[in-house]
């Protein structure tokens, strides 16, 4: 394995500084304001443009979730294509990942009941409805994570890990996933603390993580980094979903990899190593798309591409009165 010649100091652990990124407006006037923190890194990896706080230690979430599976193919992971895409998703709960995942258990020669995520219904709400309409309770199969999980599995059993304790952070599957954290962000972990699905969460930079983006992104062909990058982009359906902003985001700009997370996460990078990375304040969603969309056009991507992730309509009496924008530091055109 090949690490990062310097690992710089843990971000610092306080609260961030973030600063308006986004502005809801009504009739011309702003109604409310998403404070957050933005990074845009050029090519050559220097900031490019920075919003709020970049450097103070906070959780990537789910945006993280490429470089656990860039970690898994370090430890041999045998997986390429669509599995490996979807060891990297936040899925949406689609009979495809549901399938896909049986198939990375199968391959592992476990079964669900190996699975050790929390149970849940499907995170698409069209998809989540049909299944309680259906009487379908929740499982661990459906959890937005279990192709991750299955993946993890996978990965402890070509290595003759012990799998019932596979999500403890001493565990040596996590322990490797925690190295290659620290090789891609660059940094050492701030903290080690438990995401929603009940893995081991690792707490870096959100300039961090942006570097990440782009260490995945630029890795020569056939590297676990490319793999992931590859499986991701060409399979964006099976990485979240087929109504899913990220996955109109990649089938939208060519050669983007992006990958969102819980609490308005969101990274994105190019092949020539322009990266971006986003982190809402309050956690909303609504705004992590806009946001990111504006930080790629700050990166260079041609806003034409864009278009239909800069704004979220706002509706008032069944009319679109308004929307929620980026903020006037992100797209002067905003106000």
Not at 43 to 64: C, K, M, T, W, Y
């Amino acid at each position: 394995m090949t690490y990062a010649a310097s690992i710089a100091a843990a971000p610092v652990i306080r609260e961030p500084l973030h600063a308006p990124v986004a502005h809801l407006v009504r009739g011309g006037v702003v109604e409310g304001i998403h404070y957050g923190s933005v990074v845009v890194l050029a090519a050559d990896g220097s900031v490019d443009l920075q919003i709020g706080d970049i450097e103070a230690a906070f959780h990537p979430r789910s945006a993280l979730k490429p470089v656990q599976a860039v970690a898994m193919l370090r430890a041999g992971l045998p997986l390429d294509g669509e599995l490996l895409s979807l060891a990297a998703a936040s899925h949406s709960g689609e009979e495809r990942h549901l399938a896909g995942t049986r198939r990375i258990l199968e391959l592992a020669a476990v079964t669900e009941d190996d699975l050790r995520n929390v149970p849940d219904l499907p995170y698409d709400p069209v998809v989540r409805d049909a299944w309680i309409r259906e009487g379908r309770l929740p499982s661990r199969l459906a959890q937005n994570c279990s192709g991750k999980h299955a993946a993890m599995l996978m990965t402890a059993r070509l290595n003759g890990w012990s799998l019932d304790d596979y999500l403890d952070p001493g565990h040596p599957l996590q322990q490797a996933i925690a190295e290659i954290v620290e090789d891609l962000t660059g940094q050492a972990i701030a903290q080690v603390t438990v995401d929603g699905c009940g893995a081991p969460l690792f707490s870096v930079s959100l300039h961090g993580l942006a570097r990440a983006a782009a260490r995945i992104t630029t890795a020569p062909a056939g590297t676990p980094e490319a793999r992931v990058a590859d499986a991701m982009r060409e399979h964006a359906e099976m990485a979240s979903g087929s109504g899913r902003d990220v996955a109109a985001l990649m089938r939208a700009v060519p050669g983007l990899l992006t990958k969102d997370g819980f609490e308005g996460v969101q990274m994105a990078a190019l092949p020539d190593g322009r990266a971006v990375a986003v982190k809402i304040a309050d956690g909303a969603d609504r705004a992590r798309g806009p946001v990111a969309a504006a930080a790629l056009v700050r990166a260079g991507v041609a806003p034409a591409l864009l278009a239909e992730f800069g704004s979220v309509p706002l509706l008032g009496g069944g009319a679109v009165v308004g929307g929620l924008r980026p903020a006037r530091v992100l797209d002067p055109l905003s106000g």
